[in-house]
C-alpha cells in the first residue's frame, strides 16, 4: 500500500520560515495537498493540487511537489499557526486516499 | 456557506452497528463527491469511504471493507455511512468531507462524530 511519511513535530521561532516535508514514493507525479488542524477543532485545507490557496488562506502558507518529496512551507510564522499539519494524495493503484501520519507545528 | 454537519455516533458494543449521517447545505450537494474519514483519538487521519457524486463509484479503504456502506441521498442533502461489525479500533471521530474536482483534495469538513466502540 501506499505510504506517506511526514516527521512527527517540526519547531520554528516566530517571524521565521516553518517547512514541513511529506515523502512518498513517485509523490511529484500526483496532486499533494495540506491540511491544518488545530486542538478540537476540524480540518481546513490549507494548500491543494502541491501549490494552489484556497480562499482565504494566507500567502504565507505554500507549496511544492517533486521527485519523492512535497513541502509546506510558510513564511513568517505566527503563533497561530501552531497546529498539526496532514499531507494528503490520492493512490490511483489503490484507488485510496492516502494521508501522512501529520507533523505537531511548534511556534516557540 | 458550506455546512456539513454529521450525526449518529454514540457508544457501541463490539459486534455492533451504527448509520453515521452528514447533512449538507450551501452548495449544490449532487455534484460533489463526497468522502468519510476518521481519526481515533489522539491519532492522525484515516481514510474511510469515497462516493461520487451520482453514487456510481464507491471505495472503501481495506481496513473497512465488507464491513462499512457509504450511500448518499442527493434529494435529501445526505451522506451515510452504515458501519457493521464494529471492532474496538473503529474507535475515532468521524467526519465527512466534501472533495474538490480532480482529486485535488477536501475542500469542505464537518465537525465530526464521534463513534465508540467498548463494552
Known amino acids: 500500500s501506499y505510504e506517506l511519511t511526514q516527521p512527527p513535530s517540526v519547531s520554528v521561532s516566530p517571524g521565521q520560515t516553518a517547512s514541513i516535508t511529506c515523502s512518498g514514493d513517485?509523490?511529484?507525479?500526483?496532486?499533494a495537498c495540506w491540511y491544518q488542524q488545530k486542538p478540537g477543532q476540524s480540518l481546513v485545507l490549507v494548500i491543494y493540487q502541491d501549490r494552489k490557496r484556497p480562499s482565504g488562506i494566507p500567502e504565507r502558507f505554500s507549496g511544492s511537489n517533486s521527485g519523492n518529496r512535497a513541502t509546506l512551507t510558510i513564511s513568517g510564522t505566527q503563533a497561530m499557526d501552531e497546529a498539526d499539519y496532514y499531507c494528503?494524495?490520492?493512490?490511483?493503484?489503490?484507488?485510496?486516499?492516502?494521508f501522512g501520519g501529520g507533523t505537531k507545528l511548534t511556534v516557540l | 456557506e458550506v455546512q456539513l454537519v454529521e450525526s449518529g455516533g454514540g457508544l457501541v458494543q463490539p459486534g455492533g452497528s451504527l448509520r453515521l449521517s452528514c447533512a449538507a447545505s450551501?452548495?449544490?450537494?449532487?455534484?460533489?463527491?463526497m468522502n468519510w474519514v476518521r481519526q481515533a483519538p489522539g491519532k492522525g487521519l484515516e481514510w474511510v469511504s469515497y462516493i461520487s457524486s451520482s453514487s456510481s463509484t464507491i471505495y472503501y479503504a481495506d481496513s473497512v471493507k465488507g464491513r462499512f456502506t457509504i450511500s448518499r441521498d442527493n434529494a435529501k442533502n445526505s451522506l451515510y455511512l452504515q458501519m457493521n461489525s464494529l471492532r474496538d479500533e473503529d474507535t475515532a471521530v468521524y467526519y465527512c468531507?466534501?472533495?474538490?474536482?480532480?482529486?485535488?483534495?477536501?475542500?469542505?469538513w464537518g465537525q465530526g462524530t464521534l463513534v465508540t466502540v467498548s463494552s
Open positions: 494528503q494524495a490520492w493512490d490511483s493503484s489503490t484507488a485510496g486516499w492516502v
Open positions: 468531507a466534501r472533495e474538490l474536482p480532480g482529486n485535488a483534495g477536501f475542500q469542505h
Open positions: 450551501g452548495f449544490t450537494f449532487r455534484s460533489y463527491s
Open positions: 513517485n509523490l511529484g507525479d500526483k496532486n
